[in-house]
T-cell receptor
Framework: GAVVSQHPSRVICKSGTSVKIECRSL??????MFWYRQFPKQSLMLMAT?????????EQGVEKDKFLINHASLTLSTLTVTSAHPEDSSFYIC????????????FGPGTRLTVL | GEDVEQSLFLSVREGDSSVINCTYT??????LYWYKQEPGAGLQLLTY?????DMKQDQRLTVLLNKKDKHLSLRIADTQTGDSAIYFC???????????FGKGTTLSVSS
């Protein structure tokens, strides 16, 4: 099946620093990748939709200057949390859409970000 | 707007059947999905159903769709302790560009 990886799986950083999270589709090409945020015991909230070679589309309320998304290739999208603050601590999950295959999204294992 | 609702908790005994229910609002949804999330992990696609189907069976999993009532259910037969997880129902948004998730149902299986 389609495999999506994320790196790192867990990161702890100091307040004010920037953190980059990578999302890779390992055995398929993904035209579209999605970034979600999940708070404890909550559902997944879509942050942005990333299409290869174009600017990401952000959901209402998500600061595009704070959450920088780059989708440089058909297998890699990155999310950079800039000037991180403790309230940015969360579980970030990416997903990749397998084009031409029933629009099914396959999810990465998630990245736990803790900002001190 | 688009919304997906699920009950938050379900507790069953090992060997029993589990039924997790979900309601959604967007009648134009083409695909509806069930995902499983184990503690500290990402989401695993369990199954999906196309909106013109009433039922889909995949080994121990049975999905029932009542499009008139916008009700989706996931039945897990012979529930095992390894099935303990959070189960998310999801529909595709109106633009067709993303998934709308319910809050998730925590399934607890006791032996």
């Amino acid at each position: 099946g389609a495999v999506v990886s994320q790196h790192p799986s867990r990161v702890i950083c100091k307040s004010g620093t920037s953190v980059k999270i990578e999302c890779r589709s390992l055995d398929f090409q993904a035209t579209t990748m999605f970034w979600y945020r999940q708070f404890p015991k909550q559902s997944l909230m879509l942050m942005a939709t990333s299409n290869e070679g174009s600017k990401a589309t952000y959901e209402q309320g998500v600061e595009k200057d704070k959450f920088l998304i780059n989708h440089a290739s058909l297998t890699l999208s990155t999310l950079t949390v800039t000037s991180a603050h403790p309230e940015d601590s969360s579980f970030y999950i990416c997903s990749a859409q397998v084009s031409l295959e029933r629009d099914t999204q396959y999810f990465g294992p998630g990245t736990r970000l803790t900002v001190l | 707007g688009e919304d997906v609702e699920q009950s938050l908790f379900l507790s069953v005994r090992e060997g029993d059947s589990s039924v997790i229910n979900c309601t959604y609002t967007d009648s134009s949804s083409t695909y509806l999905y069930w995902y499983k999330q184990e503690p500290g992990a990402g989401l695993q696609l369990l199954t999906y159903i196309f909106s013109n189907m009433d039922m889909k069976q995949d080994q121990r999993l049975t999905v029932l769709l009542n499009k008139k009532d916008k009700h989706l259910s996931l039945r897990i037969a012979d529930t095992q302790t390894g099935d303990s997880a959070i189960y998310f129902c999801a529909e595709r948004n109106q633009a067709g560009t993303a998934l709308i998730f319910g809050k998730g149902t925590t399934l607890s299986v006791s032996s």
